[in-house]
């Protein structure tokens, strides 16, 4: 079941993995165990969810950046630095896109 639609739901989306990875993410009564959001699994459908986001970076740079900063956090969550992954992760957050409409031009 993907968790992310659109860029509004990216960005929710994104702020849940902030507060909770890397294990304390809520569990869902309506999901079996299997479907249950884990590190592992919220990372790939960030990544999975880039699609909605690309659209709004004219900036090949830039998406190059958000996908290693994505990388990079997932790589500092399993080596068990939680705070990096996090910090990674809002550097993420604050060079997305602010409006989820197309971006004007620079």
Known sequence: MPWIKNY????NFLSLVIVHAPDGFPKEDYLRDDEQLTLESAFKELKDGMAVVEPRVSDG????????????ALAMYRQGDDVKGAHLLQDFERL?????GPQPPR
């Open 8 to 11: 509004n739901g990216f960005v």
């Open 96 to 100: 997305m896109p602010r409006e989820a």
């Open 61 to 72: 740079a830039v998406l190059d950046t958000l996908r290693g900063q994505l990388d990079h």
